[in-house]
T-cell receptor, first 113, second 118 residues
Framework: GDSVTQMEGPVTLSEEAFLTINCTYTATGYPSLFWYVQYPGEGLQLLLK?????DKGSNKGFEATYRKETTSFHLEKGSVQVSDSAVYFCALGLSGGYNKLIFGAGTRLAVHP | GAVVSQHPSRVICKSGTSVKIECRSL??????MFWYRQFPKKSLMLMATSNEGSKATYEQGVEKDKFLINHASLTLSTLTVTSAHPEDSSFYIC??????????????FGQGTRLTVV
């Protein structure tokens, strides 16, 4: 069935370090891919998205490229800040039905000064 | 982006009582809303898909008599946890998508409701 696999956290980095959070997926058809971010005690916010192969989503210094050949959508940021500390969820949006989202397990990121 | 408001943000109730959680899309019409449950340090588990004017579609393993979903209008869906027990304590999150669903359309999320059953 359709699924998303994310690297386990927590990921702990120093400020200005390079960030990679791996995400791979299994899906039939042609899903859209998303990264959502959840700050403590809050709901989810869309960080970036890509709707087809080779698309690159970017926002707030974060980037992810939709790689169909490796079924991946890894999240990267060149220089993290303390304010980036949050939980990051990779998700795929199914192209049929009610367009529901399937989420990965989430990766907690902690950035220290 | 569009705004989805969820209320209450926190609720504590006694075991055996029922609790209603509201999810409203404030500036767009949502024919479909989704209800998720999030366990501590875990991902979001889709509970059900709520469709305006019709019965909700529940995911496998979710008790529909326990978690009553009503989607009475294009801007409001409610989740009622009936006869709550301590194991129902969790973080519940709703999301909504515009009725003009296009490929890659994002879902907008409420801020979540922390339910504690004592």
């Amino acid at each position: 069935g359709d699924s998303v696999t994310q690297m386990e956290g927590p990921v702990t980095l120093s400020e200005e370090a390079f960030l990679t959070i791996n995400c791979t997926y299994t899906a039939t058809g042609y899903p859209s891919l998303f990264w959502y971010v959840q700050y403590p005690g809050e709901g989810l916010q869309l960080l970036l998205k890509a709707t087809k192969a080779d698309d690159k989503g970017s926002n707030k210094g974060f980037e992810a490229t939709y790689r169909k050949e490796t079924t991946s959508f890894h999240l990267e940021k060149g220089s993290v800040q303390v304010s980036d500390s949050a939980v990051y969820f990779c998700a795929l949006g199914l192209s049929g039905g009610y367009n529901k989202l399937i989420f990965g397990a989430g990766t907690r990121l902690a950035v220290h000064p | 982006g569009a705004v989805v408001s969820q209320h209450p943000s926190r609720v504590i109730c006694k075991s055996g009582t029922s609790v209603k959680i509201e999810c409203r899309s404030l500036d767009f019409q949502a024919t479909t809303m989704f209800w998720y449950r999030q366990f501590p340090k875990k991902s979001l588990m889709l509970m059900a898909t709520s469709n305006e004017g019709s019965k909700a579609t529940y995911e496998q393993g979710v008790e529909k008599d326990k978690f009553l979903i009503n989607h009475a209008s294009l801007t409001l869906s409610t989740l009622t946890v009936t006869s709550a027990h301590p194991e129902d304590s969790s973080f519940y999150i709703c999301s909504a998508r515009s009725h003009l669903v296009t490929r890659g359309a994002e879902a907008f999320f409420g801020q979540g409701t922390r339910l504690t059953v004592v």
